[in-house]
């Protein structure tokens, strides 16, 4: 079974991790069109070759990023979230707070 | 018979141990190193299986597990290969697959059809006119099956384990050896892993040269480096069965299954000796040299009757001349070849009275009438291009020994991601495209002269050294091997057929040529429709005739012919190893013991155990329904630890809890509760909860059983993203609550020395409270899930049981009773509550379950809030509401349908009969036109039988929601 | 001794050749009327409905390795058709009646066995949901309903009926379910179609898409290009790659999907068994070999590796079930990549490339609807684009307008 290098715990076997999906970036959800919105909460980008995904090591809780080829299943590197997500994400505020 | 036991042969047996077994009821006597194939063999028992189709009787081929002619069972277990179980006193086996005993198989008679059963004659018949197969198959499925499975029998105790190594050497033979020194020499840290009981592999029985003696002195010190290294840890009786990603090796030894991490492998497995094909080559005496070599240095066997040699190479004479050597009589040898690569052999047959036939073949192996073993060989000259001339002669024997080449042990590399290549020069596949981090020395490297494969070992050693960052100075060593070993084209064909490609499926030339006549071209395709490669051996002697026969057939490369996969596991692996000890465990809450002491009947809730009611499993119904009435009419008491429990805390915890709930949350005054709905992506309903705030940035929300551990997850990775200011803690195990429930839980909670003011105006419904029970430090809510007075306390979970016991003194006066799923399950419904999971489905948007009034709609975001917008503007499919029957005799259950004009339009989600409205009241989904109170619906129950039922309002009970507002 | 079989014995030199069931290799031509990506069971059934029923022959079906090699090679030949909503019941109820005769409807043996299928409840939750799934099972016509723990002890009574102490409380037993010779149906849908003039081309990869106009006018090999009125791509694992040549995406994932058998042993397990909560599936092939399957690889991967631990938990699970299993031995383990959608259910009909049509989503469900696809699949190309009623619920655009068809829960480990 593979390893997974987590950026926290060091190397692993891959089944202390759970995946989390592609990295997808949502559109703003006020403006995209109805179309466009259901992209995004279906469709994945689809090719094989390296992809940035989402794994959690499941008995730290910890959430971080692998870019790995979805192919040849070669890890070729993972970090911490922060390098691609780095500053705090805000949605407009709307007039009345709730 | 007598074993010749010295030095050099016999090894491995202990000749003052014996050891009695029974085989087909017969008893043998065997050795302590015998395994019960060669026990049997001494014996002259030489039938010790019969084959899949044809029922032919079979005798050892490799005498080392390689092929499958020596499947055997023992009462507890099928399909052992004989020649790889120890001989053990008392140990009772037979044969399989027969009808009648090993000896006279009535199934024999499918041999004698066998012109009417071409290759995939299962295809083309037994189906007509229809319904015939169904007639057929019970026949054909009970005359399948090799062994036969012991159904009562226990698991005996099997366990896993780790182990972690540098480079993993896998094979111990000559190659393995250096190997496994030269990595451990520089630094590394090896594990070697070898299937047979002791290290030498080839070096025990093959005679690399006539001094026996001194092949064995190398070997002992080479043995005896290796186990003398401080680096190098050894398993034997081990076989390494698969390699999987990043040197992930499981290897099997007895009754363990460890699970090896290498950073490196090394393959020095060697390579499976060949068989030629001519007819009859199955018959039980035909075998290959290095089986005879096996049987002699191993076990001490040498034949009593003579014994010929059908070479191929150079190396089968090492065979013939080792075992006249060593007392038998080796009448001849036929090689295929006009001249031998050492010019001095055929000199050394004549001098050891050995007739050699040059460019001959053995046309067909006979059998006198009745007995099963070979008698005699048919002798055939050769013509240069492979084609069959006249006979020369007719051999008695008793054993013939070929060696007609070599495959490669391809099975790991292969699994791995290397490929095959196949020279047409040599005849010989070899393997390439190695993946990172895999290397191979040995004759799996085509490499089998000694002095040869030591430097390619040493050179891999090297390879795998450099790969670990270990600096090796010296160059690599030149590998000088010139021997070739493969014969191009062993194949005889005989027009009466039976000239076996594959063992295990009775598949002769004829078979696998047929196949790509039939359109079949491909090798996986004449795999599939022949079934070749498809049994036990797993092709390991198929699949290099196969690629030659269809290449020649199909009119291409041999190496675009192929072989097909090699998949693990590479040798039969048993399921118990693979399963372990397996543990199941239970997750119980801190008062489990306190429901078993009162009788409370425990169900699973995912991971956890939780007590559906209290009571006698004969007494259920009424046990729920006094439940219910208790919490309605006084006070009960339920254990809701399971329920997921969340801290959020920081600055951004109401924007968070704003963006992860439909609902505000933002404005939520500090001490008091919202009710918590989440969705997902998809806009579909995903779990529910209460949300208090504790502070104004504090919260702790509740969640489903079930679904709290995604839920924190989702949240972790929300804002893994986000990067608000909070902390997101999962506290389900550290806090554990109950829900006091009932017109009396205010009086019970007094007495329980809460020291809060309980009166309905400091605490009101709805509000969230902090206050200690008799010194306990709690979470206190008012919720209305069961539609009573109530309050949920959650306290931390050490603490639990000293509330639990003290709510229980409070309440005795009151009569209190504890309640379990099923009671809360009822009472729920009766207000008309769902059950996210139960009630909801994977398609299940808040429109359809009437949450639209818990959606905030003018936040800025809330995750699935766009999904649920356009859900929104879509006209609805269906709706969930609240029905009631009054005709008992037609309850319906969870999951019957709702019928309307013939179409399924819903389902009934919850129905219950409601000892407190004494009807039984339901929620289903319903078709929208239906939706209204006062509607009529049809429910179709048990057997097709249709209720009406009555849509009404919910809540039913209690409507106006005064009681839990007390 | 069936007749059909003397003439093998008789004749000594039977002519293979003329009896193939195959075609020799052939050249590809220049144009054709429809062409099929994907020479799996789906493709070629296309192909034969499309022959044998709408006599539209000049077809070539395009398979980029051998007939059948993907999924239809790998699968473990279950047949029901006991799912959960109708759209999806009425679909495959139509497929195993399509199976029920389909030894005789071309000619082919395919060993079709209906032994019946038993799926456990050991959660009430799972229990209703079961309860539902018969009732669906019913309205259509269907042979399932729920039976009692005894009635399953009668059934099987090998089974262990408290594995990992997780009891069984129930079971849902279809008896319309069934196992077939998988690579079987590949053969006798392409020997039928071959033999009515339809083309299959191995070895043929298409590697491009060609369209002008906003319609498909051919697709590009790596032997040429070929023109073609009609394309209709049936690849499985790979249909969103395809998919993206021909200008549009698809909402799929690739997951790997392990199955495992055994040596074989002399006949003990009638039914085909599976475990919602253990995530296992039991049957005994016709051959004897005990054949496992569970739920799909943890993470998405486009290739067909095996691995350890799901091996581990897999017989886990399924020496929990049949404790004497333990003794048996495992010969081989093996996957298929599986595309998976997003509620379970297959993506069939009309795609934004006008005449081209499509067949995938079929995750871990394809091998059972093989017939009823290549029969509708068919209907579609014959009708010029009409979407026939059973598999328009399926349609792509389902997703943009969030009108999945949920079969999540009718589908994991039991395929």
């Known amino acids: 079974m593979k390893i997974m290098n987590c950026p926290l715990n060091g190397p692993r076997n891959i089944s202390e991790f759970v995946y989390g999906g592609q990295v997808k970036t949502m559109p703003d959800h006020r403006l995209s069109s109805d179309s466009a919105w259901a992209e995004y909460v279906f469709y994945e980008k689809t090719e094989i070759g390296l992809v940035l995904e989402w794994w959690l090591h499941s008995p730290s809780s910890y959430w971080f990023i692998a870019e790995r080829h979805n192919g040849s299943d070669e890890i070729t590197r993972t970090f911490a979230p922060e390098a691609i997500f780095c500053d705090r994400v805000d949605f407009k505020t709307s007039e009345v707070p709730v | ?966 | 001794m069936p007749l059909g079989l003397l003439k093998y014995g008789i004749n000594s030199d039977y002519p293979f050749d003329k009896e193939a069931d195959l075609p020799p290799p052939a050249d590809l031509k220049a144009q054709y009327d429809v062409v099929i990506i994907g020479g799996g069971g789906h493709g070629v059934a296309t192909a034969y409905y499309l022959a044998k029923y709408h006599g539209i022959t000049n077809v070539a079906v395009l398979e980029k390795g051998y007939l059948g090699g993907g999924n239809t090679a790998r699968n473990t030949a279950v047949i029901r058709s006991n799912y959960l909503t109708p759209e999806g019941v009425k679909f495959y109820s139509a497929s195993v009646n399509l199976f029920e005769n389909l030894s005789n409807e071309f000619d082919f043996n395919i060993m079709y066995s209906q032994r019946g299928q038993l799926t456990l409840a050991h959660t009430d939750a799972t229990v209703r949901s079961f309860r539902q799934r018969a009732e669906v099972n019913k309205h259509y016509g269907g042979r399932t309903e729920l039976i009692s723990p005894s009635d399953i002890a009668k059934l099987v009574p090998t089974l262990n009926l408290n594995p990992a102490n997780l009891p069984v409380l129930a079971g849902l037993w279809h008896r319309d379910g069934a196992t077939a010779r998988h690579d079987a149906v590949a053969w006798g849908y392409a020997r039928g179609a071959t033999q009515r003039g339809v083309e299959l081309h191995q070895l043929t990869e298409v590697t491009d898409v060609l369209t002008h106009g906003g319609r498909v006018t051919g697709v590009q090999t790596n032997r040429g290009v070929v023109n073609a009125g009609v394309v209709v791509q049936a690849v499985a694992g790979h249909s969103a790659l395809l998919a993206q040549k021909a200008g549009f995406n698809l909402p799929l994932v690739a997951y790997p999907l392990q199955a495992m058998v055994t040596l074989p042993v002399k006949p003990f397990l009638t039914p085909l068994v599976s475990s919602s909560a253990l995530h296992c599936y039991v049957q005994q092939t016709s051959r004897g070999e005990i054949v496992f399957g569970g739920g799909s690889d943890p993470y998405p991967l486009y290739n067909s590796r095996s691995s350890l631990p799901l091996k581990e938990s897999l017989i886990a699970s399924a020496v929990e079930m049949f404790p004497f299993l333990s003794e048996m031995r495992l010969l081989r383990q093996w996957a298929g990549i599986t595309d998976m959608t997003s509620d379970y259910s297959p993506i069939m009909g009309l795609t934004p490339l006008e005449n081209y049509y499509i067949d995938a989503g079929w995750g871990t469900w394809g091998f059972k609807a093989t017939p009823i696809c290549g029969k509708t699949m068919a209907e579609l190309v014959a009708s010029g684009g009409k979407v026939p009623e059973l598999i328009q619920p399926f349609e792509l655009d389902r997703f943009s307008r969030f009108k999945q068809v949920n079969e999540m829960g009718a589908t994991a480990a039991s395929h």
């Not at chain 2, 499976?272 to 094909?277: D, N, P, T, V």
């Not at chain 2, 046990?623 to 219910?628: C, K, L």
């Not at chain 2, 929620?923 to 429910?939: F, K, N, T």
């Open chain 2, 1 to 966: 018979m007598t074993r010749l036991k010295n030095d050099c042969f016999g090894q491995w047996i202990d000749t003052t141990q014996p050891k009695k077994f029974t085989f087909e009821g017969n008893v043998i006597e065997g050795f302590d190193g015998d395994s019960v194939a060669s026990a049997l063999l001494a014996h002259q028992v030489w039938v010790q299986s019969r084959s899949f189709k044809y029922h032919r009787p079979r005798g050892p081929l490799t005498l080392s597990g390689q092929d499958a002619n020596t499947l055997v069972q023992s009462p507890k277990t099928p399909n052992l290969l004989a020649d790889r179980v120890p001989v053990e006193e008392g140990l009772q086996l037979s044969g399989q697959n027969y009808s009648g005993w090993l000896g006279f198989d009535l199934s024999r008679t499918l041999d004698w059809f066998g012109r009417f059963l071409p290759v995939g004659f299962y295809y083309k018949a037994f189906f007509k006119p229809r319904g015939m197969w169904a007639l057929w198959e019970p026949i054909v499925r009970r005359a399948a099956g090799l062994g036969i499975s012991n159904l009562s029998v226990k698991a005996d105790y099997t366990d896993k384990a780790y182990l972690f190594c540098d480079v993993a050497v896998i094979g111990g033979g000559p190659a393995g050896l250096h190997a496994a020194l030269k990595v451990a020499d520089g630094g590394a840290d090896v594990l070697l892993v070898e299937q047979d009981p002791s290290l030498g592999g080839s070096l025990n029985y093959h005679a690399f040269s006539s001094d026996l003696k001194e092949t064995q002195r190398q070997r002992d010190a080479l043995i005896r480096n290796v186990f003398e290294h401080p680096n190098i840890k050894v398993l034997q009786s081990a076989t390494c069965n698969a390699w999987f990603g990043d040197h992930y090796l499981p290897v099997l030894q007895g009754h363990r299954l460890f699970k090896v991490r290498a950073k490196q492998t090394l393959l020095a497995t060697g390579s499976s000796e060949q068989h030629a094909i001519f007819r009859n080559n199955d018959l039980p005496g035909v075998v290959m040299c290095s089986a005879i070599d096996r049987l002699s240095r191993l076990y001490g066997v040498i034949p009593e009757r003579p014994l010929a040699v059908l070479a191929g190479n150079d190396l089968a004479y090492s065979t013939a001349f080792s075992s006249h050597d060593a007392g038998a009589t080796v009448v001849a040898i036929i090689d295929l070849r006009a001249q031998c690569d050492d010019q001095t052999l055929r000199a050394e047959a004549e001098a050891r009275g050995i007739q050699v036939y040059a460019q001959c073949v053995v046309y067909e192996a006979r059998s006198e009438w009745g007995a099963h073993r070979l008698s005699r060989v048919d002798v055939h000259g050769l013509h240069h291009d492979s084609g069959v001339g006249q006979k020369v002669a007719s051999i008695d024997c008793g054993v013939l020994a070929m060696s007609v080449g070599y495959m490669p042990a391809y099975q790991l590399a292969c699994q791995a991601g290397a490929l095959l290549q196949y020279d047409d020069a040599n005849a010989q596949f070899s393997i390439g495209n190695l993946p990172k981090g895999m290397h191979i020395a040995g004759s799996i490297n085509s490499v089998f002269t000694l002095s040869a494969l030591e430097c390619d070992a040493r050179n891999a050693a090297r390879a795998a050294l450099r790969a670990l960052d270990i600096a090796v100075a010296e160059r690599d060593e030149a590998v000088d091997c010139r021997a070739s070993v493969n014969h191009p084209w062993p194949f005889v064909k005989h027009p009466k057929g039976r000239e076996f490609v594959d063992f295990d499926e009775d598949l002769q030339i004829k078979d696998i040529v047929n196949a790509t006549r039939m359109g079949y071209r491909d090798i996986q395709l004449v795999k599939r429709f022949s079934t070749v490669g498809m049994g036990p051996s797993q092709g390991r002697h198929s699949a290099l005739p196969t690629a030659r026969l269809v290449a020649k057939a199909t009119n291409r490369s041999v190496t675009q012919t192929g072989v097909t996969t090699a998949r693990p596991p590479l040798t039969p692996e048993p399921l118990g190893l693979l399963a372990g000890r397996r543990f199941h465990p239970l997750r119980r809450t801190a008062l489990h013991h306190r429901h078993l002491a009162l009788n409370g009947q425990m169900i699973p809730a995912g991971s956890w155990q939780r007590p559906a009611y209290y009571g006698q499993p004969a007494d259920r119904r009424s046990a729920i329904d006094a439940e219910v009435t208790a919490v309605r009419t006084g006070v009960g008491l339920i254990d809701v630890s399971t329920l997921g429990g969340i801290d959020l805390r920081g600055p951004d915890a109401p924007e968070f809890m704003n963006r992860l709930y439909t609902f505000g949350f933002v404005k939520q005054p500090v001490g008091k509760t919202r009710y918590a709905v989440m969705t997902n992506e998809q806009g579909v309903v995903s779990d529910d909860g209460v949300a208090a705030r504790l502070s104004e940035h504090h919260y702790y929300v509740t969640a489903t059983t079930t679904g709290v551990d995604q839920v924190y997850r989702d949240m972790l990775k929300w804002n893994a993203q986000w990067r608000l200011d909070l902390d997101i803690a999962n506290v389900t195990s550290a806090l554990s609550a109950v829900n006091l429930a009932g017109p009396l839980s205010r009086e019970v909670l007094r007495q329980a020395e809460c020291d809060l003011d309980l009166s309905p105006e400091q605490f009101p419904y709805l509000a969230y409270r902090e206050a200690t029970i008799g010194g306990i430090p709690t979470r206190l809510m008012r919720v209305g899930f069961v539609g009573e007075l109530g309050y949920e306390l959650h306290v931390p979970s050490p603490l639990v049981g000293e509330l639990w016991d003290r709510l229980m003194t409070a309440g005795h006066a009151h009569s209190i009773r504890p309640f379990g799923v099923e009671a809360q399950r009822l009472l729920r419904l009766e207000k008309g509550h769902i059950i996210v999971g139960q009630d909801t489905d994977g398609m299940t948007h808040p429109n359809e379950v009437a949450l639209r009034w818990a959606i905030a709609q003018h936040k800025p975001f809330y995750v699935g809030g766009r999904s649920v917008e356009i859900l929104s503007s879509r006209p609805l499919e269906r709706q969930l509401v609240g029905f009631e029957l009054t005709d008992v005799s037609t309850q319906p259950m969870e999951g019957h349908l709702v019928i309307r004009e013939g179409e399924i339009v819903g389902s009934v989600t919850s129905c219950e009969f409601s000892p407190t409205l004494q009807k039984i009241i339901g929620l289903a989904y319903v078709h929208p036109e239906d939706a209204a109170a006062g509607s009529q619906i049809v429910i179709r129950i048990e057997s097709g039988v249709c209720a009406q039922a009555r849509v009404v309002k919910t809540p039913f009970y209690d409507p106006d929601n005064a009681r839990q507002s007390l």
